[in-house]
């Protein structure tokens, strides 16, 4: 299985048209377009599964920098998630302590957020 990361995207593009573009180069297992958990609205960028790595190096060579919806797109392997998850730049993961058992304090859009 090899995961890529498409960026760039429209806000109007869907999976279905992911899939569509994808599939033309091999099997897609799944197709996951990151979304803002307040809005919904897609934050321009999703990562597609694809079952044979031929494929997918075939998929990425053929799609980064076509255009899709208006947008030239940016496709390459996803690299993995540090390790621990994301750090909340605070010296990671601060444990359970005061934050309602989710660990860690984020700061989003300049207010403190748990």
């Known amino acids: 299985m090899t995961n890529i990361f ?7 593009t869907t999976q279905a048209d992911l899939m569509t573009a994808f599939s033309q180069y091999g099997a897609v297992e799944r197709v996951n377009i990151i979304t803002d958990r307040d809005s919904g609205q897609s934050r321009g960028f999703a990562f597609v599964e694809m079952t044979d790595r031929r494929e997918a190096e075939n998929a990425i060579a053929q799609l980064n920098g ?18 621990g998850g994301r750090s909340s730049g605070f010296g990671g993961n601060r444990g359970a302590g005061g934050a309602g058992g989710r660990g860690g304090y984020e700061k989003k859009g300049g207010r403190g957020r748990w």
């Open 6 to 12: 498409v960026g760039n995207l429209s806000y109007q």
């Open 66 to 83: 076509a255009e899709l919806n208006g947008r030239t797109l940016n496709v390459n392997e996803a690299r993995p998630k540090p390790e």
